[in-house]
């Protein structure tokens, strides 16, 4: 994400209210090359946190999805273990009235340890094959329950520690977007986008499921940039890029730093003087990313207050670590 360059009229005739954080006017006041730095370190700065936030929310619910997964297999085994439960009281209740058992029953259902009450049974000479397959049973699903149900309650602590994680990297990107709109504001150079925007039409060189990406990233344009968007209203940067490539068949991860990761591991990692329609191209700093649409131009959801667009590469003005052919 970067930003995109402003009009040079437009930040002059605003740069003079640039004002200090708590209103007072700044002294001396910053220029506009001043203003236009601060901006983009605020671009750099937002890159990084916004992957982080993307990350620890995936990592959330991931997690969470464990837990879930785990606490209702915990719970359907604790259904089963009632039943047996119930199964095993009645077959005790009987043995005794018979007299056949040789642990007292009030001693064999007073404790709290099941165990007790299946060596007492066991001791029990008329308990018949199917009686004995089925304490074999209950044992050996109640043995599993408490392991069940601290894997569940881990998965949980889990889910915990990576929601808090994703909320405090939310917290940090909501007050640098306050800082990158005000500063934009002032610079006249604030886009708010349409959320229902139907793009423009692909008619570049990429063919099949290249042509297919692109052609979905060209329908986004025009709308706004979001922190940790994945569509259809708006999106961040990974958002755009992985949106566009499912339509092209490939399922790519969440953030940027993970689909850099993935063209490594996959071994699609490609130069970036060999550069085709489609492949993803990756910032110094693994901050952001964007699709090459050939003929020299990317489409990319840039940063706070800016929409997403197409713009020519070399006036992409970033310096670019590699690029990945999806």
Do not use: C, F
């Given at each position: 994400m970067r930003l995109g360059r402003v009009p040079l009229a437009a930040a002059m005739a605003a740069?003079?209210?640039?004002?200090?954080?708590?209103?007072?006017?700044?002294?001396?006041?910053?220029?506009?090359?001043?203003?236009?730095?601060?901006?983009?370190?605020?671009?750099?700065?937002?890159?990084?946190?916004?992957?982080?936030?993307?990350?620890?929310?995936?990592?959330?619910?991931?997690?969470?999805?464990?837990?879930?997964?785990?606490?209702?297999?915990?719970?359907?085994?604790?259904?089963?273990?009632?039943?047996?439960?119930?199964?095993?009281?009645?077959?005790?209740?009987?043995?005794?009235?018979?007299?056949?058992?040789?642990?007292?029953?009030?001693?064999?259902?007073?404790?709290?340890?099941?165990?007790?009450l299946l060596n007492g049974m066991a001791l029990s000479s008329q308990i018949t094959g199917e009686r004995a397959q089925r304490l074999q049973q209950f044992d050996a699903e109640n043995r599993g329950l408490k392991a069940r149900r601290d894997a569940a309650q881990a998965a949980l602590a889990e889910a915990d520690k990576h929601r808090d994680g994703a909320a405090a990297e939310r917290a940090e990107v909501l007050k640098l977007i306050k800082q990158q709109k005000a500063l934009l504001v002032r610079l006249g150079a604030y886009r708010v986008g349409n959320p229902n925007s139907t793009g423009i039409k692909y008619s570049g060189p990429a063919t099949g499921n290249a042509a297919a990406a692109l052609s979905f990233a060209y329908a986004q344009v025009g709308k706004p940039y979001q922190f940790g968007g994945t569509g259809p209203g708006g999106y961040d940067c990974s958002g755009l890029t992985q949106a566009s490539w499912r339509q092209g068949g490939v399922d790519l991860p969440r953030t940027t730093w993970d689909q850099w990761n993935w063209g490594k591991t996959n071994n699609r990692m490609v130069d970036l003087n060999s550069l085709q329609a489609g492949d993803l191209i990756f910032s110094e700093g693994l901050g952001h990313v964007s699709l090459y649409a050939g003929d020299g131009k990317i489409v990319h959801a840039p940063q706070t207050g800016d929409v997403v667009k197409v713009v020519s590469l070399s006036d992409y003005g970033r310096p670019l670590v590699g690029a990945v052919r999806p």
């Open positions: 740069g003079v209210l640039l004002m200090h954080p708590g209103g007072a006017m700044a002294d001396p006041r910053p220029t506009i090359k001043q203003a236009k730095a601060r901006l983009e370190k605020l671009n750099d700065k937002a890159d990084k946190v916004v992957d982080r936030y993307n990350k620890a929310a995936e990592e959330y619910r991931a997690a969470r999805g464990r837990y879930t997964k785990l606490n209702g297999t915990y719970k359907e085994k604790l259904a089963t273990v009632a039943g047996l439960r119930g199964q095993v009281t009645q077959m005790a209740a009987d043995t005794y009235r018979m007299g056949t058992t040789v642990v007292s029953w009030p001693a064999m259902m007073g404790g709290d340890d099941p165990t007790l």
